[in-house]
Nanobody, 122 residues
Framework: QVQLVESGGGLVQAGGSLRLSCAAS????????MGWFRQAPGKEREFVAH????????DYADSVKGRFTIFRDNAKNTVYLQMNSLKPEDTAVYYC???????????????WGQGTQVTVSS
């Protein structure tokens, strides 16, 4: 099993940038599909972005397309979410997840981190 720890969250002004990191441990990380999800207060968790184990395939939610970039460094056992042009609506707890299938479906992901808070002020 892979264990995930998110970091890089914080407070940022609208229009600013933030990079989230997800550090993984476990012998199967390099073969895992990785995803980022987020959950705002009072709402269900929603898909943000995901990436295949090789990094060759990536997918984004329409709400973040063109602003966010997901990438990974398997040598460092880390996946990243680069967030640019942040908006107040991006405020949420962001979660990193690992699975075996390239999909945006939350239920398909097998392991989850504890989340990191991102707050975007006006």
């Amino acid at each position: 099993q892979v264990q995930l720890v998110e970091s890089g969250g914080g407070l940022v002004q609208a229009g600013g940038s933030l990079r989230l990191s997800c550090a993984a441990s476990g012998r199967t990380f390099s073969r895992s599909n990785m995803g980022w999800f987020r959950q705002a207060p009072g709402k269900e968790r929603e898909f943000v972005a995901h990436i295949s184990w090789s990094g060759s395939n990536r997918d984004y939610a329409d709400s973040v397309k063109g602003r966010f970039t997901i990438f990974r460094d398997n040598a460092k056992n880390t996946v990243y979410l680069q967030m640019n042009s942040l908006k107040p609506e991006d405020t949420a707890v962001y979660y990193c997840a690992a699975g075996t299938v390239f999909t945006r479906v939350e239920a398909a992901y097998l392991r989850w981190g504890q989340g990191t808070q991102v707050t975007v002020s006006s």
